[in-house]
């Protein structure tokens, strides 16, 4: 079984996002990074792959440095190999722009499968693994819960969620691409020491070479959300808030 | 009977290799090598307040590692239940460091194993690694309190200096319930005329996680780096804490890793100052006051009187003390890492420690349980709510009580 897992940075929300001088992106140097929470999980899933058949599970980290940082942790966790794809700040939640980049790479790689978080929290379009899956010519499902794989590793048995808790198990053909939302198993820790230790002895391949020209999406602005309607609070006592209760009803006719 | 002893591991059985490793690792730290002096009088196991849950109890892991068994203990919860509270330590005959050592380097080996550790304190873990505090808080915000603390708390940049290097530690910091204690301490500081300063947002987690027993010592050592390099960048003469895990991280384990500070916790360094506190104090405090000895400051560092010594400078107040006191105190349960397992911990024990304790303190007809460790602020809050004590017990940290006496409390803006 031979394993891919895409890494996106992401901003962190942690801290507060800033919108840019230019009203349509934000200030690059307000930013924290944060590995994308379903990438996390595509990684997880990957390992417990690699677990139950031999095989081999490459980490591709996007982003600027701290992607290098996350395939430093990747490799700690089990990964195999590390590569880094450099992405520009403004290109990053653009899915046409990075499946076009990144498709003669995965092809060139033969994996079997190529998993990634099924959305990014900065993603501007669809989904990176349904556009990485048309331009490989290759089936794609997303949303997926667990994924086992054949004997021979020619298919895959995915689990997938639907709305309103119905679970879907489907059959698909290798090689795909695969939406993680999340693993079977939360993703695991390791220590932060060897972390430290595979960011010392890391080597990492670097896909490199521009961005190409796709068609895609164009911010055109950003905006804050605002609040608009406060929450009004009733005050007094429990019967005082009952009648207050009785005749917001009535008056706006609800019942 | 060869064969017998084969299987249980005292002969060449595959656990023995590991167990010597990790007795050679343990016999690295300070009196790691005590291990050795184990009588197996089960002292530890006794005064434990949640050996009754475990499957292997302290004697019993000492007596695992004797016979090779190092393995067994990776399939045991145990090594998870220890709330740090210091009863076995303080009383081994042996003088074994037994929570900061043994239970500290267990843990260590099951990370390191790929055991595993349990989600809640996995989580503290990977937020205190990634933002300098467990609670996953802006590390940009760490002094925002400083806004509403009403005099001027000066954040030291590198260069610059103070007579006091004030360590705010991260729930002082952030949480909501301890600031109005940080802010309380900020005016005792102001009006006492202290040169003081923080280190703001250059300040991060103390990484007592290593020491309380957590056991992840990678992550305690790369906290030890950036602190001691920021604290190198300001001169100072001593450093005061809030909170007794820091003060324990500071003054102990920077020392034994090459960096002597001279620490202070906050109980301490005013309690020097009692009789200028008398001089300041306003107003009287008509209530009686029985006071928790936090495990952290009284049996792990030997610190009993100074919280009493500020609390007696309140006029009015009448101090109580509860049962269990000093060496004997109750744990709050929340030491060790275990203010991450509160779930996991009672789901196995299912009578939370913090909940014992309040009804202790209600018992002595107190009116408020005064705590000097900020993490009993929140645990016994909540354990007074749950145990049905609200509006007869009050929880509160002594800095609060003595800034309320001095007339310094309430709303202000700087």
Known sequence: MKAAVILRQVPDVVEELVIAEDGRSLSEDDVMYITNELDEHALEQALLLKARHTGTVTAIGLGGDAARDALATSVAKGADEAVFVPIDFAARGDNCVLSAHLAAALKAGGYDVVLTGVYATDQLDAGLGGLLAARLGIPYVGGLSGVQLDAGGRKAVVHKEYPGGRLGVMEVDLPAVLGIQSAEQPPRYVPVSKVMQARRTLRVKELKGPLPQVAGVTVRKLLKPESSAHAKMLEGDEDAVAGQIVNLVKERGLL | MQAEAKSMGVEGGKGVDATKAFLGRLSLLPDGDRIAACIQCGMCSGSCPVGYAMDINPRMMIAKLRAGRVDDLYRSS???????????????????????????????????????????????????????????????????????????????????????????????????????????????????????????????????????????????????????????????????????????????????????????????????????????????????????????????????????????????????????????????????????????????????????RVQEAAKTGADILAVSCPLEIPRFDDAIKTSGLEGRLRVREVSEMAAEAMGLSGARVA
């Open chain 2, 78 to 356: 145990s090594i998870w239940l220890c709330v740090a509270c210091f009863n076995c330590t303080y009383r081994c005959p042996s003088n074994i460091p037994i929570t900061d050592r043994l239970i500290a380097s267990l843990r260590e080996e099951l990370l390191a194993g790929g055991v595993g550790v349990p989600p809640e304190l996995q989580a503290a873990f990977e937020k205190t690694a990634r933002y300098g505090n467990p609670f996953g808080e802006s590390p940009k915000k760490r002094d925002a309190w400083t806004k509403e603390a009403g005099v001027e708390v000066p954040v030291l940049e590198p260069g610059d200096s103070a007579d006091v290097l004030w360590w705010v530690g991260c729930f002082g910091s952030y949480n909501k319930r301890n600031r109005k204690d940080t802010i309380a301490l900020a005016r005792l500081l102001d009006v006492l005329g202290v040169d003081f300063g923080i280190l703001g947002t250059d300040e991060w987690c103390s990484g007592d996680l290593r020491c309380t027993s957590q056991g992840e010592e990678g992550l305690f050592d790369a906290l030890y780096r950036h602190n001691t390099a920021q604290l190198s960048k300001r001169k100072y003469k001593e450093v005061l804490v809030g909170d007794p895990h820091a003060f324990n991280a500071l003054s102990k384990e920077y020392k034994r890793l090459g960096t002597p500070l001279k620490v202070r916790h906050y109980t301490q360094f005013l309690a020097e100052r009692a009789p200028e506190l008398r001089r300041l104090m306003k107003q009287t405090m008509q209530a009686k006051v029985t006071y928790h000895d936090a495990c952290c400051l009284g049996r792990r560092n030997n610190e009993y009187e100074a919280p009493r010594i500020v609390l007696e400078t309140i006029p009015g107040i009448r101090l109580v003390d509860m049962p269990r006191n000093r060496e004997n105190a109750l744990c709050c349960g929340g030491g060790g890492g275990a203010n991450w397992l509160d779930s996991f911990i009672w789901e196995r024990t299912r009578v939370p420690l913090p909940v014992q």
